[in-house]
């Protein structure tokens, strides 16, 4: 059954960005950012009831609370070390976000500009580096322009597909990034190069708006689907139970 009402641009990018824990099974969900925290709810709450999530901090939630919400329920207790040992046996699927990321899937988050003499600096490395060779791996980007999608990354912290290449099978074996999703569609690297190619496009935004803010050739099949519509059921759960307060209409504009 789908939509009979309205639906949102941010709510597209729920749906889009629960569709990638799709399958996983048990395993721990990572998300960075609001509409990401969202979609592993909605996830979580329909086809995927075995993912792990947790507080933020070290409790695995038993229950699935409204975003911003203390959980009723918890599951377990997870401290930074075994936090570290999921991520190295790769029982993690985290959603990061993006300063910039290129073709081939390289991530920065740490700093804009020349590394001697950034002109902005930002979060750091991280762990990214860990994520990307370790477990599998996906991208939020909720502003999609050229600033963003570049041709290549001033630092390189979450690791492509290129250079997990080149640096043989200690870095490729485990080596998987699952989707990166956007304001205006989402992507994959399904291609023969491992480049990323525009796999829809959400409803009211066109392939040229998306080429347009991209810096990179983009692979773009013949025909580009339009991103899942939502069932009523998860309209119902992300609107009256995982986020009542509509906080993911900050995060993405309509």
């Not at 949102?8 to 824990?21: F, G, K, N, Q, S």
């Not at 599998?136 to 492509?160: A, I, L, N, Q």
């Not at 773009?220 to 009256?240: K, M, N, S």
Request: net charge neutral; with cysteine; proline share 7%.
């Amino acid at each position: 059954m789908t939509a009979t009402t309205t639906t949102t641009r941010a709510e597209y990018c729920v749906v889009a960005c629960a569709e990638a824990w799709r399958g996983d099974g048990e395993i721990l969900a990572t998300p960075m950012g609001t509409v990401p925290a969202i979609g592993a709810r909605l996830a979580r709450l329909t086809f995927s009831p075995d993912l792990l999530l947790t507080d933020g901090e070290a409790m695995i939630l038993g229950d699935t609370p409204a975003v911003g919400a203390k959980a009723e329920v918890v599951e377990g207790w997870l401290p930074y070390r075994l936090h570290l040992s999921m991520v190295a046996g790769g029982r993690r699927h985290v959603m990061m976000g993006a300063s910039q990321i290129d073709r081939y899937g390289n991530q920065n988050i740490s700093c804009i500009g020349d590394w001697s003499r950034p002109d902005r600096q930002l979060l750091g490395v991280r762990g990214a580096p860990v994520n990307t060779v370790n477990n599998p791996t996906s991208y939020w980007v909720p502003r999609h322009s050229p600033r963003v999608f570049v041709d290549k990354v001033d630092m390189v912290c979450g690791v492509g597909y290129d250079r997990a290449a080149a640096a043989g099978p200690a870095a490729s074996r485990f080596h998987e990034i699952r989707r990166v999703v956007s304001d205006l569609g989402v992507f994959d690297f399904e291609t023969p190069d491992r480049t990323m190619r525009l796999r829809s496009v959400h409803p009211g935004v066109s392939v040229e708006q998306v080429l347009a803010a991209t810096a990179f050739p983009l692979v773009v099949p013949d025909e580009v689907p339009a991103t899942r519509e939502p069932t009523e059921a998860e309209l119902h759960l992300i609107r009256e139970v995982i986020d009542p307060k509509r906080l993911r209409d900050r995060e993405v504009r309509s």
